[in-house]
């Protein structure tokens, strides 16, 4: 069992930096790990994923702007979210898979914390 804890969100004017964290609990350490968000009214999204190893994906909209890192010490997930733009807000979710195949497809993930709100403002 894979246990997520994010923290971090919180509100920030256009063109501003926030980083999230998300602590890994469990015996298990995930092959792929990410981050999705969720904006009110809209369905959950892919924003970036990382493999073990170091292989990154990154949602077009967010290429560029934001950088995923994993610390396996610490057992920490990060996502550096730099440029913030208004249509970036919603619910930041971490996630994570034992498989190889870190695509950003909700339904491919089984492991999923309770999320962090992020708003930004313009």
């Known amino acids: 069992q894979v246990q997520l804890v994010e923290s971090g969100g919180g509100s920030v004017q256009a063109g501003g930096s926030l980083r999230l964290s998300c602590a890994v609990y469990?015996?298990?350490?995930?092959?792929?790990m990410g981050w999705f968000r969720q904006a009110a009214g809209k369905e959950r999204e892919g924003v970036a994923s990382h493999l073990t190893g170091g292989v990154t994906r990154f949602a077009d909209s967010v290429k560029g702007r934001f950088t995923i890192s994993r610390d396996n010490a610490k057992r920490i997930l990060y996502l550096q979210m730099n440029s913030l733009k208004p249509e970036d807000s919603g619910r930041y979710y971490c996630?994570?898979?034992?498989?190889?195949?870190?695509?950003?497809?909700?339904?491919?993930?089984?492991?999923w914390g309770q999320g962090t709100q992020v708003t930004v403002s313009s």
């Open positions: 996630a994570a898979q034992l498989g190889w195949n870190c695509a950003l497809e909700v339904a491919d993930w089984r492991y």
């Open positions: 469990g015996y298990t350490t995930p092959n792929c």
